[in-house]
């Protein structure tokens, strides 16, 4: 089979868990004898896996964030003259999945396309943590990453499956339009790295063994790491001296997170020691006790199936997405609600009753990795794939009975503008809004890259306001509009008037 990996990451140039799995699909499928080309925005300076075939377009670096780049519809060249394929598996979160769609009609090409960011959670890259501490602006982030998602539901139904990593995502995209068949389908583990025995002992020496929490995940502010320090602080130090906390990785949060575990008191037993090899992971994991996690944005936790490959039981909060779906509360490891007034109070007593319960934890580390292993095995996941691909091509071969191909030139013209302009238009957009918060000090900075600086304003007036914000007079939605866009330009967050230079902190 002929299969197109359509992806934001076809370099390794971010060590992300979509980057992972694009990684893995190629390696896994091209080693079970497919023919697989890679689709996706070059990356200045970082390669596609040796001996890949590739199909690139331009990438525009994300103005606060270059290491990431926005594919699009460029050169001429590569929109016209495309590979052809049996089936596109698409992991993009962008407009970008108009390239994949515009084949399928063209020519027949089967698609499918995997859900692999939570928009609603993820909006907030577009504004700078002082804008972010602004409530009504994470509810207007919020309220458009839905109305956005519902777009996505669209176009995701202009193919012939759709891939979720956890089961509580079929009713999710159900109620936001997808009709498509749902096919839900997790992340490997690389056994070869995770089944190694495990090295020397990374933590530090004064850490005291069977009292150790770790997590292991980037420093940025949607994995909800504040949260688990204040917990820390609040609900669990006080009531074990002898309980640690470890943060491995790095990110645009981490100077702060530091900051935070300092003035709490309790630095001594919270541990920073930066990012790690990946192959270095399966040591923090052996030799820690408990997974704490209370990230709820993830489709998947790539980081939580590692600590349960190795035995680790978690103890996380039940986000109704990625993480309940891996965790088996009671088995493998606990889940515990967010959003309650008793919420830190909760996760302590849950993380201290496991501490203090040595049997019921060994129990619990058994079936994690038992459970593990029946459902992240490569080979389990790689015939999965397989299986789902051959079904997609027979969804497509009844609902694309006769491609534009044969069809006439004006048909098939009009088809290639109406999804080229589409793509065009969203990535344009997208990188005019980042381009320009940045620009004014309004977005988060994770590596000085000014390539990119539109020079248009985002206009506020085209932001959405929820129905249960906007009040119910025009004169209190103008003034809501009109807080919205000082506090865009960097005028105002919230009470005060910092200057811009403070939204950067």
């Not at 590979?83 to 108009?98: A, C, E, K, T």
């Not at 995940?217 to 470890?246: G, M, Q, S, W, Y």
């Not at 539109?454 to 003034?479: C, H, M, S, W």
Request: proline content about 7%; aromatic content about 8%; overall charge neutral.
């Amino acid at each position: 089979m002929r299969i197109g990996i359509h992806t934001d990451f076809p370099s390794v140039a971010v060590q992300s868990g979509p980057a992972i799995h694009t990684r893995f699909l190629f390696e896994g499928m091209s080693g079970r004898g497919h023919d697989v080309v890679l689709m996706g925005p070059q990356s200045d300076g970082a390669a596609p896996p040796s001996g890949a075939s590739v199909h690139l377009f331009r990438g525009v670096p994300y103005p606060s964030h270059p290491k990431v780049r926005v594919a699009v519809p460029w050169p001429p060249q590569q929109l016209v003259n495309p590979p052809r394929l049996d089936v596109i598996h698409g992991q993009v979160s962008g407009h970008n999945i108009h390239y994949s769609t515009w084949m399928r009609k063209m020519w027949g090409t089967a698609v499918l396309n995997t859900h692999i960011i939570h928009l609603p959670t993820h909006s907030h890259f577009l504004v700078s943590d002082g804008l972010y501490a602004n409530p009504l602006v994470r509810e207007v982030l919020r309220h458009n990453g839905e109305k956005m998602e519902r777009s996505f539901a669209r176009m995701y139904n202009e193919g012939d499956a759709f891939i979720v990593q956890s089961r509580h995502m079929v009713d999710y995209w159900r109620e936001r339009g997808v009709t498509v068949p749902i096919e839900v389908v997790g992340r490997p583990i690389n056994p070869t790295v995770f089944s190694r025995s495990p090295g020397a002992d990374p933590f530090p020496k004064h850490f005291v063994h069977g009292k150790r929490l770790l997590v292991v995940c980037r420093h940025d502010r949607e994995k909800n790491l504040d949260d688990l320090l204040d917990l820390f602080v609040e609900a669990i130090a006080p009531a074990d001296e002898e309980v640690t906390l470890t943060l491995v990785g790095g990110g645009f949060h981490h100077d702060n997170l530091r900051a935070r575990a300092e003035a709490s008191g309790y630095g001594d037993r919270i541990h920073f020691p930066g990012e790690a090899r990946h192959e270095a992971l399966v040591d923090w994991y052996a030799h820690a006790d408990l997974f704490v996690y209370t990230s709820i944005s993830e489709t998947f936790g790539n980081v939580v199936n590692e600590a349960l490959w190795t035995g680790l039981p978690v103890v996380a909060y039940d986000d109704g997405m990625g993480v309940a779906h891996q965790v088996v509360h009671g088995s493998n490891g606990l889940l515990v609600p967010h959003n309650r007034t008793d919420s830190h109070e909760r996760f302590g007593s849950a993380v201290l009753d496991l501490l203090q319960n040595r049997e019921r934890l060994a129990d619990m580390a058994g079936n994690a990795a038992t459970h593990a292993r029946r459902v992240s095995h490569p080979d389990a996941v790689l015939s999965r794939f397989e299986r789902i691909y051959e079904a997609a091509c027979r969804h497509c071969a009844r609902a694309v009975p006769r491609p534009l191909s044969g069809a006439g030139h004006r048909e098939k013209a009009r088809a290639f503008a109406a999804h080229m302009g589409q793509w065009a238009f969203w990535s344009g957009a997208l990188l005019a809004v980042s381009g320009t918060a940045f620009r004014l000090g309004a977005s988060r900075s994770i590596e000085q890259d000014t390539s990119i600086v539109p020079e248009a304003l985002p206009k506020v007036e085209d932001l959405e306001i929820p129905a249960e914000l906007d009040g119910r007079t025009p004169a209190a939605r103008r003034a809501l509009r009109e807080e919205l866009g000082t506090a865009l330009r960097g005028e105002r967050v919230g009470p005060g008037n910092p200057d811009r230079a403070a939204l950067h902190r």
